[in-house]
């Protein structure tokens, strides 16, 4: 009887390909497409398991915490083909990636597989010919233990979001989410900004000059005056005061001390000292050291450092981009020191390899660094061809990041010149530094990139002296007195919080992308250039979970669950043991049970609330953070609101600017005039969401001054879509009165967005009255009846007919287009004009779907689609650079992630697929 061929499953399609080549005809390479099942969502829970407590998890927490998984539109189709598959195959070999997550992955395939045949595990840390051909013949069994610990995250994450998460969204904002790592990273950056608010700025001075001999100058530092040093910025604490006894110099003293030196013009040569140095080589890439130095020299962000480092993986490139090691196998080594020998001469390696230890002990990740795969590295010229720019630039700093880590150290020399100015009733003395490399090793081949630092600490920087000796006598010119100012610690960027993360034991490398990009898109974060900074809402969230979770948001806790979970991996722990102490408590450890069930009073005004003056308290209300100012001298009246600018980040709040907001005018709020047909006002307002116009009743006081004509009501103008959240039920409703009822049911005053081209300044009544005439009538259509508007929507200017709409191309045409025009643009194709223009690339078709693949230009920006799934191109990257692989790539990844989030109209609410990976 004729053998079969043996069937192996990887998790991305972008991989079968070069696999299938490397394997040939014996083998049938097909893709699970990342996960093809999860953890149930409540809304796909059975009926009669509702009211049990799978219902509530899907987590059986009564039965050893089993949980309750199913399988997502996408996964039931993948596991329907891999089955048929599977019946003409003798083996199956699970090749999904090495790590904990890839080890989940293949024992869900085996239970939902259920395979006849012999299953083996196949695992391969890069893909060439040679590794692939190895993988096949070194097969292994399934780590149970892995899968253990992956499923005891799974189970923790999903006990921790569900249980925390639900107070948020009453006690702070629909929307908003809890979890083990991300909270404790947005702590992370929130307590940074807590630190920039509560630091205080400390002035001092110092004087710069010149020292000149025969030819040579250099730049020299006043370093102490009278015997006693001076000081410098890192002899301040935060809070302005000095740590140490030093002298601090006002302007007037550095002023007189520059005046004196001047009149001496010279200086002797007091000491001199010379220090030899070394510097070792830089450890081999982590996944997380590769984020980081993605970060601070490609200014990638760690989601696109991942995707870029996941299509060199996957096109054989690079080795395994999740990896907690830093160590080499033999091969690497000696593939490393051949180039750098080659590039740099024999002396550019030491005698012997140079062997790297990682620190983890977890088994989570792959057993080696990230390097350049294959026994010979290819250079970056020899690959520019067949890669895209970003991925060029990775493989770049990896290869040289990889070469400079078996070279040879650096050795350097450091000289540091004292050079003494004598006064009329004192010496000052002034220093500096020198450094020359004697032979600069991997510095050849690779500089390490550095974190933003502080300012005030930062050395001045390094200089070649000239050859010196002591008693010699210096000229000194342009001697200039220099003020300072010591700065708060640096916000975080996205690589120095992955180095914090890791520091902090918080998470694990692999997830670190994730972590990032849940807290940039839950709007905890926003991005300042390269700062992360956190939002006023992210502050209240912290300081509800720091109250009332206190345990779960504690980075030593939080550190010790990833050490328990690489525990589990190692088979130290049982997964069940773990779960219940976690969840039910025990003897120094609450439990999460007893947490939720006893947290009493949550006020959500007081967590909704930052005190900034005597009268001014920061609250979150319905459309965002406000200023609530009360007034002394009337005690029972009403607060009054002011808003805060969007682009004022938190730490910038200082009492002097609350009371610049509080005194400011308010700009563009006046009346236009009277609208004549129904004699309410118009008013002209700049509220948060931009400006627009309104109608309101002429005879309230509280909305007009009577004598001046001003606005008075400051209140923003509703945001199209915008729904109530939490914190307006709890911080807005303390606030109600009993007339609030009233209130809501009285008819809302109509307002209209004003166009682009025009100005709060500008506008007049005529424009005004335009604007609230929309939409406009255009006409019938003669041949159904149904009527035509013309209207102004949240995407731009449009058509409406029935349920049919075709985009205008300007704001005017609202008010000029014809009835003739408008029904010439219903005999066109819906985006026919747009879809044309949009395809901007054809590829082959997409190995899932069968269908052809294209990039397109849509509303979002550049996306890829086969017809069935879209997936846009990250932010950051060149759409024309998207070849057919990297396409396939992000369909894939799309489809993994499963449908997006629907909204229900109803509410407004996210109501979250069954199977969306965490």
Do not use: C
């Not at 999740?322 to 750098?340: H, P, Y």
């Not at 290869?399 to 078996?406: E, F, G, N, P």
């Not at 909305?703 to 004509?709: L, R, S, W």
């Not at 024309?880 to 909204?903: H, S």
């Amino acid at each position: 009887m004729a053998h079969g061929k043996k069937l192996v499953i990887v998790e991305s399609p972008t991989k079968m390909k070069s696999i299938q080549g490397y394997l040939g005809d014996g083998y049938e390479v097909l893709s699970s497409v990342g996960h093809i099942r999860d953890l149930a969502d409540r809304k796909a829970i059975p009926s009669e398991l509702k009211k049990t407590s799978v219902g509530r998890y899907s987590v059986d927490i009564e039965n050893d915490f089993a949980p309750y998984y199913v399988e997502s539109e996408r996964g039931k189709k993948t596991v329907a083909e891999l089955k048929r598959a599977l019946k003409t195959s003798d083996e199956l070999l699970l090749a999904t990636d090495e790590d904990r997550e890839g080890e989940a992955i293949a024992w869900h395939l085996l239970e939902a597989l259920k395979p006849k045949v012999p299953v083996k595990r196949m695992v391969f840390h890069e893909i060439t010919k040679d590794a692939i051909q190895a993988a096949v013949t070194n097969t292994r069994e399934l780590d149970f233990d892995l899968v253990d610990a992956q499923e005891t995250r799974r189970i923790l994450d999903r006990l921790y979001g569900w249980d925390v998460s639900p107070v948020l969204w009453l006690k702070v904002q629909q929307g908003l989410s809890a979890g083990r790592v991300q909270s404790a990273a947005t702590r992370l950056i929130v307590d940074r900004e807590r630190e920039r608010m509560a630091f205080v700025s400390a002035s001092y001075w110092d004087v710069a000059a010149t020292a000149a001999t025969q030819g040579d100058a250099f730049g020299v530092q006043l370093a102490r005056v009278g015997g006693a040093p001076i000081a410098r910025g890192s002899d301040f604490d935060d809070r302005g005061a000095l740590k140490k006894a030093v002298v601090r110099l006002d302007e007037a003293a550095a002023r007189t001390l520059a005046d004196e030196v001047t009149a001496v013009g010279a200086a002797s040569v007091t000491a001199l000292e010379s220090k030899p140095g070394t510097r070792r080589p830089y450890a081999p890439f982590t996944t997380s050291t590769m984020q980081q130095e993605a970060g601070r020299k490609l200014s990638m962000s760690a989601k696109h450092a991942m995707s870029v480092a996941q299509r060199l993986y996957e096109k054989g490139y690079i080795t395994y981009m999740r990896t907690d090691s830093t160590a080499l196998s033999t091969q690497a080594v000696r593939a490393a020191r051949e180039q750098a020998v080659q590039l740099y001469g024999e002396k550019a390696v030491p005698l012997n390899p140079r062997v790297y230890k990682s620190k983890s002990k977890n088994a989570q990740e792959a057993h080696e660094a990230i390097r350049p795969s294959g026994e010979h590295f290819r250079t970056p010229s020899s690959v520019s061809g067949a890669l895209d720019r970003d991925e060029l630039r990775l493989y770049e700093l990896i290869w040289k990041r990889t070469v400079a880590s078996q070279m040879s150290d650096a050795t350097y020399e450091t000289t540091t010149v004292t050079l003494a100015v004598a006064l009329a009733e004192r010496t000052a003395e002034f220093t500096a530094s020198g450094t020359v490399y004697t032979f600069k090793g991997f510095l050849d081949a690779y500089e390490e990139g550095r974190d933003e630092k502080r300012s005030d600490a930062e050395k001045p920087d390094e200089q070649a002296l000239p050859r010196l000796a002591v008693g010699d006598i210096l000229s000194l010119r342009d001697v200039e007195p220099k003020g300072h100012a010591t700065t708060p610690k640096p916000r975080y960027t996205e690589a120095s919080l992955v180095k914090a993360l890791e520091e902090k034991g918080i998470g694990r490398p692999s997830t670190f992308a994730s972590i990032i990009d849940t807290i940039l898109g839950r709007g905890y974060v926003t991005k300042r250039g390269q700062a992360l900074v956190p939002s006023w809402v992210a502050f209240s969230v912290v300081r509800l979970l720091e109250q009332h979770f206190t345990e779960l948001v504690d980075y030593d806790f939080t550190a010790a669950l990833e050490d328990d979970l690489d525990a589990i991996a190692r088979g130290e722990q049982k997964r069940v043991d773990w779960l219940r102490e976690f969840y039910f408590g025990s003897e120094g450890h609450t439990g999460l049970r007893n947490i939720v069930d006893n947290l009493g009073e949550i006020d959500a005004r007081e967590i909704n609330s930052t005190r900034i003056t005597d009268t001014a308290v920061l609250r979150i209300g319905r459309y965002g953070p406000y200023l609530e100012v009360t007034d002394p001298a009337q005690p029972d009246a009403d607060p009054r609101r002011v808003n805060i600018p969007e682009e004022l980040a938190p730490d910038e709040l200082t009492a002097a600017r609350a009371q610049e907001l509080i005194d400011a005018p308010v700009a563009g709020d006046r009346v236009l005039g009277e609208n004549p047909d129904n004699g309410k006002l118009i008013v002209v307002k700049d509220g948060r969401y931009g400006p627009y116009v309104q109608e309101i009743e002429p005879d309230d006081p509280t909305t007009v001054d009577a004598a001046t004509g001003e606005v008075l009501d400051e209140s923003p103008a509703p945001k199209k879509g915008a729904k109530k959240t939490a914190a307006g039920k709890g911080a807005d409703k303390a606030t109600a009165g009993k007339g609030a009822k009233k209130a809501a049911a009285a008819p809302k005053p109509r307002t209209a967005s004003l166009f682009q081209s025009m100005s709060v300044d500008t506008i007049g009544l005529d424009d005004a009255l335009k604007l609230l005439s929309l939409p406009r009538t255009v006409g019938a259509d003669p041949e159904t009846g149904e009527e035509i508007t013309a209207q102004n929507g949240r995407y731009g200017p449009y058509l409406k007919k029935g349920a049919d709409s075709r985009t205008l191309d300007s704001e005017q045409q609202l008010f000029d287009i014809t009835l003739e025009e408008a029904l010439e643009r219903y005999k066109q194709p819906k985006y026919g004009a747009r879809r044309a223009s949009s395809a901007l690339k054809e590829f082959d078709a997409d190995p899932v779907s069968g269908k052809a693949i294209k990039l397109r230009d849509g509303r979002f920006g550049p996306y890829v689609t086969d017809g069935e799934t879209n997936a846009t191109v990250p932010r950051g990257e060149d759409a024309m650079a998207v070849d057919f692989d990297r396409a396939v790539q992000l369909l894939a990844d799309k489809r993994a992630k499963g449908p997006a989030p629907k909204r229900s109209a109803r509410t407004g609410t996210t109501r979250k697929t069954a199977a969306k990976k965490k």
